[in-house]
């Protein structure tokens, strides 16, 4: 590959625009996230932009350090944990097929999946930095967290894959601007429609894991142990956590939306051009709140915190048992 | 094209560099002041006295516990298997051996 100082340029620029947009989408979605789980309780909640109000708040706050922490870690962690995050959105297809993903033909969905745990372990070694036994215990409940919701997510991956490979030998089929353009959805029987619902199922499942939100946000746990994790963060550094945790939780819908439901409407309403480019984009933002909704937001309304002992036993058993069965379901031919 | 997984690790780290940078023009835009050696930099623990440093880490061995105890029916017996005497693991290996010749055996003839 020739890489000019154009296209490096462009890169440059294109990543930052990334980087944006995916933090501006990802508080927008938790400012809509926080109004409708507090219209399901009977609350009023608050306004849709208050994520950004909270992360201007943050950011003139004093960031303080822990006296016995180790400052280099600490300090670095929620920085890392941002980054990491940006790069996945950038091999990710966010905003359906109208932008190219910035590094597509870069990477693929194995790396994507391995990706998604360096914010965790960021925020892993920045609880275990600052030496407090509320962040402690949350970066070991993370770590926990994190070893269970590994497997059946692979699971899923290989398994659409797999089917990929099945409809299409020789192409691409980790490539995730590939999974994108080609829906599996039309070309399997009835048996392999219910092995896709399964996987949704696990997928569904595995996303409260991954954003460390209810029923799994064990690392935090708020009434036990204050946080957990960020017990000790505050300013500029919890801003930044703040931040990584709503560009994950874009980074995340956008994979389910990849993986699931990759289908744009301009096709189907005959549209081209760039008023088509707009409703496709509009169009998965659209399908990004509809999941992340999903996911997130009514899942962490109707249910309760599992304790740390049932979090493995949750993905590892029935998630890992339902998503093997949507597995085979789908690549048996039927 | 090839249907195997595939990634570049150096457009990865370029852009995980581009991206720390990034993180760290914002972060210095936000408020660096705290007030050192008060009690605000004294560690939270619900009003409770902080143990002493060395007593406020978990240990190596529990960081896993909620791992191992919710799959304590599978370790248990694993590390009841791990006596650390050689002539156990000789059984141990020569047990696997013979089963792997047997399924080979098995294999080459069907």
């Known amino acids: 590959m020739v890489v000019t100082s154009g296209t490096a340029l462009g890169a440059v620029i294109g990543t930052i625009g990334f980087a944006a947009f995916g933090i501006l989408c990802g508080l927008l979605y938790k400012g809509f996230d926080r109004k409708i789980s507090a219209h399901m309780q009977s609350r009023i909640g608050p306004p849709i932009i208050q994520p950004f109000l909270d992360v201007s708040k943050f950011m003139i706050k004093d960031s303080v350090q822990p006296e016995r922490a180790l400052a280099w870690l600490y300090n670095a962690?929620?920085?890392?944990?941002?980054?990491?995050?940006?790069?996945?959105?950038?091999?990710?297809?966010?905003?359906?097929?109208?932008?190219?993903?910035?590094?597509?033909?870069?990477?693929?969905?194995?790396?994507?999946?391995?990706?998604?745990?360096?914010?965790?372990?960021?925020?892993?070694?920045?609880?275990?930095?600052?030496?407090?036994?509320?962040?402690?215990?949350?970066?070991?409940?993370?770590?926990?967290?994190?070893?269970?919701?590994?497997?059946?997510?692979?699971?899923?991956?290989?398994?659409?894959?797999?089917?990929?490979?099945?409809?299409?030998?020789?192409?691409?089929?980790?490539?995730?601007?590939?999974?994108?353009?080609?829906?599996?959805?039309?070309?399997?029987?009835?048996?392999?429609?219910?092995?896709?619902l399964l996987l949704l199922f696990s997928i569904v499942v595995v996303t409260p894991g991954q954003l460390?939100?209810?029923?799994?946000?064990?690392?935090?746990?708020?009434?036990?142990?204050?946080?957990?994790?960020?017990?000790?963060?505050?300013?500029?550094?919890?801003?930044?956590?703040?931040?990584?945790?709503?560009?994950?939780?874009?980074?995340?819908?956008?994979?389910?939306?990849?993986?699931?439901?990759?289908?744009?409407?301009?096709?189907?309403?005959?549209?081209?051009?760039?008023?088509?480019?707009?409703?496709?984009?509009?169009?998965?933002?659209?399908?990004?709140?509809?999941?992340?909704?999903?996911?997130?937001?009514?899942?962490?309304?109707?249910?309760?915190?599992?304790?740390?002992?049932?979090?493995?036993?949750?993905?590892?058993?029935?998630?890992?048992?339902?998503?093997?069965?949507?597995?085979?379901?789908?690549?048996?031919?039927? | 094209m090839?249907?195997?997984?595939?990634?570049?690790?150096?457009?990865?780290?370029?852009?995980?560099?581009?991206?720390?940078a990034i993180a760290c023009l914002f972060i210095s835009r936000g408020q660096k002041k705290y007030k050192k050696g008060t009690a605000q930099t004294e560690i939270f623990l619900s009003g409770e006295e902080p143990p002493a440093v060395e007593q406020r880490h978990i240990k190596s061995h529990n960081i896993y516990w909620g791992f191992f105890q919710t799959l304590k029916e599978y370790y248990d017996p694993t590390v009841r298997a791990h006596t650390g005497i050689i002539n156990d693991f000789i059984i141990w290996l020569i047990a696997i051996a013979a089963l792997t010749a047997v399924i080979l055996l098995i294999a080459s003839l069907t």
Request: aromatic content about 12%; some cysteine; glycine content about 8%.
């Open chain 2, 2 to 20: 090839t249907s195997l997984p595939f990634w570049n690790p150096v457009i990865c780290i370029i852009a995980f560099v581009i991206l720390i």
């Open chain 1, 212 to 334: 460390a939100t209810v029923p799994f946000d064990i690392d935090e746990a708020s009434p036990e142990i204050a946080e957990g994790l960020t017990a000790e963060y505050s300013g500029r550094n919890f801003a930044l956590f703040y931040l990584a945790d709503a560009a994950k939780m874009v980074a995340v819908g956008t994979l389910t939306v990849a993986l699931f439901f990759p289908y744009d409407l301009s096709p189907l309403i005959g549209i081209s051009g760039p008023v088509g480019s707009f409703i496709d984009f509009v169009f998965f933002l659209l399908k990004l709140f509809l999941v992340t909704t999903l996911t997130v937001t009514l899942t962490r309304v109707a249910v309760a915190r599992l304790k740390v002992s049932q979090v493995p036993t949750s993905y590892w058993g029935a998630t890992t048992a339902i998503a093997l069965v949507g597995l085979i379901l789908l690549v048996v031919p039927n």
């Open chain 1, 77 to 196: 962690a929620p920085i890392v944990s941002l980054a990491s995050v940006i790069t996945v959105l950038l091999y990710l297809p966010f905003g359906g097929l109208t932008f190219t993903p910035i590094l597509s033909g870069h990477g693929d969905l194995i790396l994507v999946v391995y990706l998604l745990i360096l914010p965790a372990l960021a925020m892993v070694a920045g609880g275990f930095a600052s030496s407090s036994p509320f962040a402690t215990i949350g970066a070991q409940r993370k770590m926990v967290t994190m070893m269970s919701y590994e497997f059946p997510l692979a699971v899923v991956a290989i398994a659409i894959a797999w089917k990929l490979n099945q409809l299409y030998p020789g192409e691409s089929v980790f490539g995730l601007a590939f999974i994108y353009s080609h829906p599996l959805w039309g070309h399997v029987g009835p048996a392999g429609i219910i092995g896709m």
